[in-house]
């Protein structure tokens, strides 16, 4: 029940737009987003819960459409800062209300 | 600053020896977990703790084991019996107990390499 996040990468010039995606097979109580850079640590950026609200960060927006159970993260205007590589994580408030990741996108933003 | 330390950043380890990889957490946070990152793969959780003096098992806990004595600390040992254990380990905490609604503070990382 991993979620699938597309695309696997991407290469951007600084200022253009990127949209990353994550869609689950079962049906999400919440997605949870993080940004690594290589050989750190994730740093969280925003949580998604159904029916809730949503929690931004900075020019990071994201939505979450329960019922395509799917959530999109926008990069708006993006920054050299913004390369690393993205994680989303679900929860289908199953057992234990565990955290299921994705493989990650890699985005690279160029000068 | 709160944070998580994790220690040592770097370890180097013969094959048949056990590990300890320490997690110290100043955030006051009730929930300590453990995750596992190898390349091309996503997060994968080996324990997890919720409060002090106990622990669950995650997704890939065999050949691994923790201990939760104090609220801040949540050190995991990798033994022998992990077959695999070259990885770069991610201590996490929340203040949530209840991972659906809480951020994770990451620390640092620990890559371990068997040799």
């Known amino acids: 029940q991993q979620p699938v996040q597309s695309p696997q990468a991407v290469i951007l010039r600084e200022g253009e737009d990127a949209v990353i995606n994550c869609s689950s097979s079962k049906a999400l109580y919440s997605v949870h987003w993080y940004r690594q850079k290589h050989g750190e ?7 998604l819960l159904k029916g809730g609200e949503q929690k931004g960060h900075d020019k990071i927006s994201a939505s979450f459409n329960e019922k395509k159970q799917q959530s999109s993260l926008y990069l708006t205007a993006s920054q050299l800062s913004y390369s690393g590589t993205y994680f989303c994580g679900t929860d289908d408030a199953g057992n234990n209300r565990k955290l299921i990741w994705g493989l990650g996108t890699s985005l690279a933003v160029n000068p | 600053d709160g944070g998580i330390t994790q220690s040592p950043k770097y370890l180097f380890r013969k094959e048949g020896q056990n590990v300890t990889l320490s997690c110290e ?9 453990w995750y596992r990152q190898d390349p091309g793969q996503g997060l994968r959780l080996i324990y997890y703790s919720q409060i002090v003096n106990d622990f669950q098992k995650g997704d890939i806990a065999e050949g691994y084991s923790v201990s939760r004595e104090k609220k801040e600390s949540f050190p995991l040992t990798v033994t022998s019996a992990q077959k695999n254990p070259t990885a770069f380990y991610l201590c996490a905490s929340s203040i949530s107990p209840d991972r659906a609604t809480g951020e994770l503070f990451f620390g640092e990382g620990s890559r371990l390499t068997v040799l």
């Open chain 1, 41 to 47: 640590a994730p740093v969280f950026l925003m949580i």
């Open chain 2, 25 to 33: 957490q100043n955030l006051n946070h009730d929930a300590m977990y």
